[in-house]
């Protein structure tokens, strides 16, 4: 595993997902992504509507939303769209799927506005997850994030009846 690599990859988690005013800053950011364009990442500047991950294709990369917000989309076994989630930067998709060496993606990630993405391959990112203690933490912070968001969504659907939990939505989608 290339040491550059590792702490490249640390750094940019750490500074993104730190919640620091660095991490607003768009020179800081171009900073840290600058060495990790050399050694394999591909950076994404997408418009609105535009889909950077699909479900159902092979899972071979993390996309970091650096920028933005985005949306997930899952699909019936008919084929209906269903938008699970609103996320704003940052965020980590594809996330879970390499660290439990998923196959294919379970969702997709469609653009809520124009967006900046960092796409890491999934070999490198988990090299990185095995040396990099810094990046380590920022993903588990991140899983725990998804993992209470999930349990809350769970808790709608499971300790309310259909009415109660209509009004528990609309509540929560009306609070902002």
Do not use: W
Request: include cysteine.
């Amino acid at each position: 595993m290339n040491k550059d690599y590792t702490e490249a990859l640390g750094s940019l988690l750490e500074l993104t997902f730190g919640g620091g005013s660095a991490a607003r800053s768009d020179a800081a950011l171009q900073s840290a992504i600058a060495p990790l364009l050399a050694l394999g990442c591909r950076q994404h500047r997408l418009g609105r509507g535009k889909t950077f991950v699909h479900s159902g294709f092979a899972v071979y990369s993390v996309f970091v939303l650096l920028r933005g917000s985005a949306r997930v989309i899952c699909y019936s076994a008919a084929g209906a769209a269903s938008v699970q989630d609103s996320l704003a930067a940052p965020q980590m998709f594809g996330l879970i799927e390499v660290v439990e060496e998923r196959l294919m993606f379970a969702a997709s990630v469609q653009a809520n506005t124009d967006v900046l993405v960092l796409e890491v391959p999934a070999a490198l990112f988990r090299s990185v997850l095995q040396n990099s203690t810094p990046a380590a933490r920022v993903v588990i912070r991140n899983l725990a994030f998804l993992a209470v968001r999930n349990m809350d969504n769970v808790e709608y659907y499971t300790l309310n009846r259909p009415q109660q939990t209509l009004a528990l939505y609309l509540y929560q989608a009306c609070k902002d």
